[in-house]
């Protein structure tokens, strides 16, 4: 493993792509800091930096990561899904980006990170804490399971408070009634787990509601996701509260 020490607090990082989160993320290593080039875009070309930092799409990083190679000390990316094999480190933030936000929103995030080696690692720790943002490990094995539970998460969420839109607007309801209830859920699940948060006819066994709620959501073409979330639903109704135990995460720390 590489003993060379990581960029200093000062480092050069070229951000390259200007996208949802190159955006944010250049504003916000600059407001760190850092010496940033970026967000750069497609035709601005790599500058030569301590740091390479990809915000571009999964299938763009391999060639970009190439260009970026004989630029930089260090290249990474911030793709939660991409395993290591075209750069030295990944620093994925577990939040979503719309591109608008300021230099806080990395603030008090959990961000996954790792590196090939102790020197890249650690490189991608510092930028976190830059950032504001608290680092945990998040290894290539793992990156499948972990992206795909902040899709869960973030992704399919949105997927179900849209079908509720729209169902709800023959009843005049419109996002911002909807919004209390969503605020509460999630706060009950983070405090109690699914399995002791969950309310409605689903747990109280109240079969003939479940049907007329089917029947509503069928007439807007949205039986398929209704009986697949009723389904996955009884299983958590079944579930007994162990199977809600708290989720540690592994802090970043240094390798011996
Ligand atoms: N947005 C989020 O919430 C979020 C959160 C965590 C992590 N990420 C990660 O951030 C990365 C980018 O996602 P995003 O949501 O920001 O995507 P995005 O909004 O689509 O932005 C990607 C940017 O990369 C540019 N690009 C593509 N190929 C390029 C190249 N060869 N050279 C320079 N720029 C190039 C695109 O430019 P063109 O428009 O010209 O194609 C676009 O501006 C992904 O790895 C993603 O996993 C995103």
Redesign the pocket.
Known sequence: MSSTPPPAASATIAV???????RVLAQALEAAGYTVHGP???R?GIPDADIVL?????S??P??AA?ARPRARLVG??????PLTHVDFSV????????REGPEAFRGIGVAIDGRTRTARKTAERLALALGAKPFIVDDAHRASYHAAASFASNFVLTVLDAAEHLGRDAGLDRAHLAPLVRQTVDNWLAHGASNALTGPLTRGDEATVERQRAAASALDLAPLFDALATATREIAARSADGDAPVHLTPAKDPA
């Open positions: 390259v792509g200007a996208g949802r989160l190159g750069l875009r497609r601005q990809l915000c571009v799409p999964d763009a990083i060639d970009v260009d990316h911030v793709s939660g899904a991409t994925h933030p577990l939040q979503t980006f719309t591109g």
